[in-house]
């Protein structure tokens, strides 16, 4: 029997799926976090052979000592994941200290976490991207502004989603923020005029993909999270062939292998330096799910199962799970301090039939989402946009 260590598996709440999958297709699925037991829901419970409660996941320590513990008691772990991008680092340097081959260890990590890095294996695949410049001096940043133009993007270099990302737009806010960064390391990039889309892929073991499909965010999640706005985005009903190709050929620039994996890139609005209206240039690669809902939305637009997808390529590297009929998956998260001209319970009546999901997210990814979630199916884009007008009309 396989033994799978998953790190944090009860948070985000939905990914017992995952547990419960691997669990079905025969592997002994092992759990590490820092939730006590009795607090982990009834399906958690059911999908896990074993439990370890850490202190803290923070510590280094006690996680390598719960490992040991399970290959103490199990034998050699085949595979060890968090699918969380908070934990990649987390699980490479684990993989690496217990000599688990199965995923990214701690060598890969600058390729695949640090932005900078992540401009070489574009550059393998052929995709263009933003130029950049590493934060360093106020006079080295001027010059990179002044190369580009205002206005610029700064985000640490090795960051989580959208958070302490600023869109400098002149010379009097760069030096603002060079006089009150924090204490890390930032990435300056030319600002790319584009919708963010994305190619979302479950690949196995050999670089191959086996479930593939991609979102589309018409409003960028830094404009989102640093204006406090609504939340929109949408699973496409058919993943254009063009980006299909870019994200094919960052599989095989990165070297993913056995991995779901989320990367972004722009549509370009514009023309620009980076590339012409309407071509695909390179954002960022993540190589673990797109978080919260997107795999429950994946599903939704897919008529699939990607927790299955998952299971079936880490049990047998394969899958005989295909995809039913394909439609649009939209998602509005609403803010609490925005006065709706529809209500929620109101919305939700209006659009009952095309509803899945309605639900109000924890405030640690309501910043990023919105409080108040809404996702609904149409088989159209005309009834999906109409879906979002209603959902985000202000009173």
Not at 38 to 45: C, G, I, R, T, W
Not at 101 to 114: N, T
Not at 115 to 121: A, I, L, R, T
Not at 148 to 170: E, L
Request: hydrophobic share 35%.
């Amino acid at each position: 029997m396989k033994n799978f260590v998953f790190i944090s598996p009860n948070f985000p709440t939905n990914y017992w799926h995952f547990c419960r999958e691997l669990k079905a297709n025969g592997l002994r699925v092992l759990g590490i976090g820092d939730q006590p037991y009795d607090d982990l829901s009834q399906e958690l419970k059911a999908s896990l052979h074993e439990y370890y409660k850490v202190g803290s996941l923070e510590n280094y320590e006690e996680v390598y000592r719960a490992v040991a513990f399970f290959i103490f008691r199990y034998g050699r772990i085949d595979f060890l994941e968090s699918n969380n991008e908070y934990w990649l680092e987390l699980d490479a340097h684990l993989r690496t200290d217990f000599h688990i081959m199965s995923g990214w260890q701690a060598e890969d990590l600058p390729l695949i976490k640090y932005k900078s890095h992540m401009k070489e294996g574009y550059g393998r695949a052929g995709i263009p991207f933003a130029r950049f410049h590493l934060v360093d001096s106020l006079e080295g940043c001027l010059d990179f502004a002044r190369e580009v133009g205002y206005p610029v993007i700064i985000k640490p270099d090795n960051g989580v989603g959208a958070s302490d990302t600023h869109k400098i737009k002149n010379e009097e806010e760069l030096r603002f923020f060079m006089d009150h960064r924090w204490n890390t390391s930032y990435i300056m990039e030319e600002f790319i005029d584009g919708e963010i889309q994305s190619y979302d892929a479950i690949i196995n073991s050999h670089g191959e993909p086996l479930f593939e499909t991609g979102n589309d965010t018409p409003r960028s999640i830094m404009d989102t999270v640093n204006e406090k706005d609504n939340t929109v985005f949408y699973m496409q009903k058919d993943l254009p062939e063009d980006l299909r190709a870019a994200g094919r050929a960052c599989v095989r620039a990165f070297g993913v292998r056995s991995r779901f994996v989320h990367f972004e890139f722009f549509r370009l609005l514009r023309d620009q330096p980076v590339g012409g209206r309407g071509q695909v240039a390179a954002l960022e690669v993540n190589m673990r799910p797109c978080g919260g809902a997107s795999p429950e939305m994946m599903n939704y637009a897919n008529s699939t199962d990607v927790y299955k997808i998952y299971a079936d390529m880490i049990a047998y590297d394969s899958t005989l799970k295909g995809c039913g009929q394909h439609q649009y998956c939209g998602f509005v998260g609403r803010r609490d301090q925005r006065i709706f001209a529809i209500s929620h319970d109101d919305l939700a009546r209006q659009y009952a039939s095309a509803m899945r999901i309605r639900l109000r997210l924890p405030d640690v990814l309501a910043e990023g989402m919105g409080n108040e979630v809404f996702i609904a199916v149409f088989p159209e884009k005309e009834d999906m946009d109409r879906f979002f007008y209603d959902a985000v009309r202000e009173s």
